[in-house]
């Protein structure tokens, strides 16, 4: 590729969507006292990498104690972020006791990239992003119910969506979280103030939990 022209909007997004996977992120957190505090986290890939070696029983001990099964999902997607960076940008640079990808991460955003390159910087930028929250979603799962009904707005009941696996499996196509319902199928979408009217309408009960 050549890199001897600026583009600085696409630059910048790239920088953002680098900080997203690997930057500290602001926390927020309430006390037993009350209070609520500001802070600082780890990063995302940061925490899915501590997470695992404390998994796997990298601690530093050489007693035997009980481990908790191996995080298939959390590997995964770390091999997946370390392989494919490394594709992207293969000189992990100078050692500076940051790991390779980390690195990797930040010579790739701070690298003036020509305007012919747009289309491999904004594929980096997509999948940097989903990254992100494929990775959010690993550390702090969603809670989900579902309501097994016809969709008001598509009709459909069932749908089949891939596992953490990759596998196709059957769920119900409305699916509630916290956010809202959203109908799998057709990706309609009812805010959490409308539950209890969207049950009723579908003469089916509001799992229980869903509105507490």
Same mark, same amino acid.
């Given at each position: ?123 980096? $930028? +997509? ?5 992100? !929250?494929?990775?959010? =979603?690993?550390?702090? @799962?969603? #809670?989900?119910?579902? /309501? ?27 699916? $509630? +979280? ?5 109908? !799998?199928?057709?990706? =309609?979408?009812?805010? @959490?103030? #409308?539950?209890?009217? /969207? ?14």
């Amino acid at each position: 590729m050549t890199r001897n022209a600026s583009n600085s909007a696409v630059s910048a997004e790239l920088d953002d969507a680098v900080h997203a996977l690997i930057g500290y992120r602001l926390d927020r957190h309430t006390d037993t006292d009350g209070e609520t505090r500001s802070g600082y986290r780890q990063s995302v890939y940061g925490e899915i990498r501590t997470e695992l070696a404390a998994r796997q029983g990298d601690g530093g001990t050489l007693r035997p104690r009980s481990l908790p099964p191996a995080w298939v999902e959390g590997l995964d997607w770390l091999t997946d972020v370390d392989t494919t960076v490394a594709s992207w940008y293969p000189d992990p640079g100078s050692e500076d006791g940051q790991p390779e990808t980390v690195r990797r991460l930040n010579q790739l955003a701070a690298t003036i990239w020509a305007p012919e390159d747009q289309p491999y910087v904004r594929e980096w $930028i +997509t999948q940097l992003l989903r990254w992100s !929250e494929t990775g959010k =979603t690993l550390l702090e @799962p969603v #809670h989900r119910w579902e /309501l097994v009904a016809a969709c008001p707005a598509c009709g459909v009941r069932t749908v089949h969506r891939p596992d953490a696996s990759g596998e196709p499996v059957r769920q119900a196509a409305l699916q $509630i +979280t916290a956010e809202g319902c959203i109908c !799998e199928s057709c990706r =309609t979408r009812w805010a @959490p103030t #409308h539950y209890r009217l /969207l049950a009723a309408a579908l003469g089916c009960h509001l799992p229980a939990g869903v509105l507490e």
